[in-house]
């Protein structure tokens, strides 16, 4: 199966290339990147054909491409995609606005092809196993939840309105609540939501926290900011707890990790000896292709998301809970 990834704007394109390379099954074959300097660099990185010309690459014989392009690019390159018969893995967000979600969708629904969201943290063992325990009533029925995704501020184009969407509500909401909707099953009904800016120099949010309450009942916080130092020992975390009537179940996404001290480089890393998501990610979407079956995370997914996002800078705009649209 051939591969081809559609920018390395995104820093997880290089973890997505990586695994593609090890797969048995795949070959990563080309890469097109509007950065001419970085995709040479990652084409000669990972020995495949670079390409200039977004389209010249997209009629090549690959039958998959890998969206890692700055969100607000997503809509365009997926639905180029879709055009010319490649199914799509698309890196979070799905999009920077509603509509635009809804026509990559239906964009790659007319094409025939499959449209899978990055959202890996589903791969994570710790939340696969959480997800049996919970629907299997381990702690009774589920009255509250509460989910941290902090990372460090990553800069660049992230900090970018027009190119990313927002901060780090943009950036991190999206992770937490899709697990959320993959575990429970259920969508949100309304939000309350605020944000500031407080760590950093920049023109987005970097913090803030929404409370939610989803269609049954059940209370939902998170807690999005971009509030590790620059010096924390790996980019943040991924952590969610499951409170039921019968006991409550904490997962942390990222708990498995030794402390590697560098004297050389005078610095502190945190080496996951864990099983990567990343790579989870990848095989199923290759696995989904080859076999013909629907992705596991589908553009639906993404845009029910997204449209989470939207409502909560919504409700900090105005100051009151608002409900979600769909």
Sequence with gaps: MKIGIISFAHMHA???????????????????????????????KFSCKYFS?????????????????ENANHKEHVVKAAEAKKHVLCEKPIATEVEDAKAMIQACEEAGVFLEIAYPVRFAPGFQQAKKLIEQGAIGEVVAITGTNHGKMPGGWFIEKELSGGGAATDHIVHIMDIIRWVMKEEVHSIYAEMDTRFYDIDVEDCGLVTIELESGIIVSIDHSWSRPQTFPTWGDAIIKFVGTKGSLEVDAFKQFA????????????????????????????????????????????????????????????????LVKR
């Design 14 to 44: 290089v973890s997505y290339a990586t695994y593609i390379t090890q797969h048995p099954d795949a070959e990563l074959t080309c890469i097109w990147d509007a950065d001419e300097g970085r995709g040479r660099e990652m084409a000669e």
């Design 53 to 69: 010309s977004l389209d010249e690459f997209l009629h090549t014989d690959i039958e998959a491409v890998v969206v890692c392009s």
């Design 259 to 322: 402390l590697y001290y560098n004297d050389e480089d005078k610095t502190i890393s945190q080496l996951s000896f864990a099983e990567d998501m990343d790579d989870g990610l990848v095989n199923d979407f290759i696995a989904c292709v080859k076999e013909g079956i629907a992705p596991s995370i589908s553009g639906t997914d993404g845009l029910r998301t997204l449209e989470v996002v939207k409502a909560a800078y919504q409700s900090h705009e105005e100051g009151k809970t608002v």
